[in-house]
């Protein structure tokens, strides 16, 4: 095992060669680890499970079992790319759960955002270990453990640097390939394993997902509004070339209905709420000045397409005093 101290010889990973070499090593690393042995993943589809993903599947095929499970609060087409990427072209073996109504009939009439995480985190790992328990032979765990989160647990910042951790009953030796990199670094080793852009360079998502910007309890109708929209703003940043360069961007949907009118009739619907921030580590963030050309194009899209919503708002707060999330 490696250690959990990042050598100060240790050059950072900024170039296709340097993320080769490290590729190179931590294939026969995790080779010499867990020989014949089979290891288990979450993978959820973000930068850092999906890279630890890749590097296992070079390094011992369908010894590794990737667990993707779907809890409903992802964004749209996610779970399809995960399947696509990793199935499709990488021939992992890949096990998909479908959770969602798992997860949205125990958030029913849950309005609390502590409450609301604190279910979906335990959730999760409820419908892990249930998978986990169906298969035998499992020896290792892997994980997307990189470096800022060893340093920040160390800090006393976050409980327990496996955060979205694994059950301490889980009886598994780790296997923590990138766990001395840096957020760039990994993006690197990623973009060189060959994963998509939009994936090697996604902006930060919650754990929670869309659980936290369906504000108040989650009502299914609400949720697929706000997946909705928030495909079309994504859509419409990738065409205006701010995809990559706005650090994070995304919609809200709270939990109230104002007065609208279509077709002559009088309508009650939802807003949606338009965010866009920069920020550098999430502590502090600025508002993105999008141009009004584009938020109209986003307005009239959005009031065109997505069933339930009748106005749409440009959130213009910085953090602090707001948080980059609604709850
Ligand atoms: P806030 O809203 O606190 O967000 O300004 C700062 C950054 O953290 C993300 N965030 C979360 N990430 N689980 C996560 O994994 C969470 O519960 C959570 N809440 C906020 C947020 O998207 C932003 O990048």
Redesign the pocket.
């Known amino acids: 095992m490696q250690t959990d101290v990042r050598p100060e010889s240790m050059k950072r990973i900024t170039t296709p060669e340097l993320a080769q070499a490290f590729i190179k090593e931590q294939i026969e690393a995790i080779q010499k680890q867990v020989g014949n042995g089979k290891v288990l993943l979450a993978l959820s589809g973000g930068v850092d499970s999906s890279v630890v993903a890749a590097l296992l599947i070079r390094a011992i095929g369908k010894n590794l079992v990737c667990v993707h499970v779907n809890h409903g609060l992802l964004r749209k087409g996610e779970p399809e790319q995960v399947i696509k990427v990793f199935r499709d072209e990488m021939d992992a073996n890949l096990i998909y759960v479908d959770a969602v109504d798992r997860f949205l009939d125990k958030l029913a009439g849950v309005s609390d955002p502590e409450a609301k995480?604190k279910i979906i985190g335990k959730e999760f790992i409820e419908v892990f270990a249930d998978e986990a328990n169906k298969l035998s032979g499992i020896e290792y765990l892997a994980q997307g453990t990189i470096y800022p989160d060893i340093l920040e647990s160390k800090d006393g910042v976050k409980a327990h640097h496996n955060?979205?951790g694994m059950p301490e009953e889980f009886d598994f030796e780790l296997v923590e390939p990138v766990k001395l990199l840096y957020k760039d670094e990994v993006r690197v080793v990623g973009k060189e394993l060959g994963l998509p852009d939009n994936m090697v360079y996604r902006q930060?998502?919650?754990?929670?997902g869309l659980g936290?910007r369906c504000v108040g309890a989650i009502t299914r109708d609400r949720l697929e509004a706000l997946r909705e929209a928030d495909a079309i703003l994504r859509d419409e940043f990738d065409k205006a070339g701010l995809a990559g360069k706005v650090?994070?961007y995304?919609t809200i949907i709270p939990d109230f209905k104002s007065t609208g009118i279509k077709d002559g009739k009088r309508t009650f619907d939802w807003p949606v709420v338009l965010r866009a921030v920069n920020?550098v580590d999430?502590?502090s963030?600025t508002i993105e000045e999008i141009p009004y050309s584009l938020l109209h194009k986003i307005t009239d899209r959005i009031l065109s397409e997505v069933k339930g919503v009748n106005r749409v708002l440009y959130d213009l707060s910085p953090?602090p005093v707001?948080?980059?999330?609604?709850?």
């Open positions: 995480r955060v979205g930060p998502f919650p754990g929670p936290v650090w994070q995304f920020s999430a502590t963030a953090k707001a948080t980059i999330e609604w709850e």
